[in-house]
């Protein structure tokens, strides 16, 4: 078949998912809508954090819910074959719910990608869950926990969760971080929507704390954005975190993670093993009124963020390791009279399968007949934000906001090892890859500083959904 045959029978495959918009079943999910639904209440103006300070013993109860989503424009240049595509999405459209009695707290988050995202976002490098260059959509229950911590004693709490989420490894979710693309290191940095139990034990005095976590959980990936996980394999896979609060706004975290054959549902793929450190700056978490993670209505002008990563993934057949990917990211963002300037630099490894009729999809499984190659990314990405605009006249949406941006990014491939059958530059037309993404996240509602945590020091209330400003 020629190449301009192919193209255009890609094309067509893809025809029908051009709008980006496709509906999907709620079967199997009414049950966790209902609970959804009877929880969420009117907001108010804070939700007590995982673990109040040691002094803090009352038994309180508080709701919050929020809305959030962004509208935006991306072109990619070239997107596959020396071709440019340009598409919009509505991305990141999630409702957020968190409620807390007493010592017990229940995160929850709906995410509707399944419905507008279906075709994945176009995202040079990103890769998981079958697609290839785009990122794919969440489930429709990213997060569903619960949590309960003890009594305080000496300053220490032992806390206990379960449901669906972010299990205990790596760095927080990057849908609560600034730039609207994701970084390639996704699925190396983070493990989520996976059913878990964890066990933490918290201790903090003054300005530090310290936190370790233990988590088991199912070892499977998604399928899909309204599939259900396999229940039979819920605890074959395990993570560990320590995290370190030398300082309000300072934190270290280390974490390992052992998740058995994630590419296959019915196992039989590589094992993964993973490991994860970084070390993150926030000085608006450390605010006593933190704003919301893309809000730069509050604090003053400067620093006001920074993380660095690195992680590694080996994947494994037993105890003989077959691949391995590692990553390192360094991210930063810094305020001035409410206009929002970030940056980051990016170099991860990821690994090359036998794309599919759409060449944006692979197939899913890790099997060595399936890696064609291994090819290290490294990725510059500037955002500008302007400052938040408050949404009036509409009424429904009560303490909206409206936040405008752009992004640029430019990409580099190189396969790692040559000859290669993988050759980036032959496959995308261009030895670099440019992206320009238009557009605007909106806010209403209660937001959260950070997503994919459930146990945060006692010193912090980072962890914690705030309002957002009126």
């Keep these: 078949m020629r190449e301009e045959e192919f193209i255009k029978l890609a094309q067509k495959y893809d025809f029908r998912r051009r709008c980006g918009i496709q509906g999907g079943p709620f079967a199997g999910n009414t049950l966790t809508l209902m609970l959804a639904g009877a929880l969420l209440g009117p907001a108010v103006s804070d939700a007590q954090p995982?673990?109040?300070?040691?002094?803090?013993?009352?038994?309180?109860?508080?709701?919050?819910?929020?809305?959030?989503?962004?509208?935006?424009?991306?072109?990619?240049?070239?997107?596959?074959?020396?071709?440019?595509?340009?598409?919009?999405?509505?991305?990141?459209?999630?409702?957020?719910?968190?409620?807390?009695?007493?010592?017990?707290?229940?995160t929850g988050t709906l995410n509707l990608e399944g419905y507008t995202l279906r075709r994945g976002e176009l995202n040079a490098g990103m890769y998981g869950e079958g697609y290839i260059d785009r990122r794919h959509p969440h489930t429709l229950v990213h997060e569903a926990m619960v949590t309960v911590a003890g009594p305080s004693r000496g300053g220490a709490r032992l806390v206990f969760g379960a449901g669906k989420g972010f299990v205990p490894f790596g760095t927080d979710d990057p849908m609560m971080r600034p730039f609207i693309k994701y970084p390639v290191n996704h699925h190396h940095a983070q493990i989520l929507?996976?059913?878990?139990?964890?066990?933490?034990?918290?201790?903090?005095?003054?300005?530090?704390?310290?936190?370790?976590?233990?988590?088991?959980?199912?070892?499977?990936?998604?399928?899909?954005?309204?599939?259900?996980?396999?229940?039979?394999?819920?605890?074959?896979?395990?993570?560990?975190?320590?995290?370190?609060?030398?300082?309000?706004?300072?934190?270290?975290?280390?974490?390992?993670?052992f998740v058995r054959s994630p590419g296959l549902t019915q196992g039989g793929a590589f094992d993964h093993r993973q490991q994860s450190a970084s070390l993150r700056l926030d000085r608006d978490g450390s605010a006593a009124t933190p704003s919301a993670a893309h809000d730069t209505h509050h604090g003053g002008d400067g620093l006001r963020s920074a993380l660095l990563e690195v992680a590694r993934t080996d994947e494994s057949l037993g105890t003989q390791r077959v691949f391995r990917f590692?990553?390192?990211?360094?991210?930063?963002?810094?305020?001035?009279?409410?206009?929002?300037?970030?940056?980051r630099a990016e170099r991860t490894e990821r690994p090359e399968g036998e794309r599919l009729l759409d060449l944006f999809r692979t197939a899913k499984g890790h099997v060595d007949f399936q890696i064609v190659g291994i090819t290290r990314w490294s990725i510059g990405t500037l955002q500008l934000a302007a400052p938040p605009q408050r949404l009036r006249g509409v009424p429904r949406l009560g303490r909206a906001r409206l936040m405008p941006f752009v992004e640029v990014a430019r990409a580099t491939a190189v396969a790692r090892r040559t000859p290669a059958v993988f050759v980036p530059a032959e496959f995308y037309g261009s030895a670099t890859q440019w992206s320009l993404s238009v557009g605007a996240r909106i806010h209403a509602g209660a937001m959260r500083r950070r997503m994919g945590r459930y146990v945060v020091p006692v010193v912090s209330r980072v962890g914690s959904p705030v309002p957002t400003p009126p």
């Design 326 to 343: 590692e990553s390192v990211l360094a991210e930063a963002t810094a305020v001035r009279r409410g206009w929002a300037l970030s940056a």
């Design 50 to 106: 995982a673990i109040r300070s040691s002094s803090d013993d009352r038994s309180t109860g508080r709701n919050s819910v929020g809305i959030m989503a962004a509208g935006v424009l991306t072109r990619a240049d070239p997107a596959l074959l020396g071709r440019p595509l340009t598409e919009g999405y509505l991305t990141q459209p999630n409702l957020l719910a968190d409620a807390a009695r007493g010592r017990v707290r229940f």
């Design 193 to 257: 929507e996976r059913v878990q139990v964890l066990g933490a034990l918290a201790y903090g005095r003054g300005d530090r704390g310290i936190v370790l976590e233990q988590g088991w959980f199912n070892g499977d990936e998604p399928t899909g954005p309204f599939a259900a996980p396999q229940w039979s394999r819920v605890g074959d896979s395990r993570s560990t975190r320590l995290t370190v609060t030398p300082h309000r706004a300072v934190e270290w975290q280390a974490s390992t993670a």
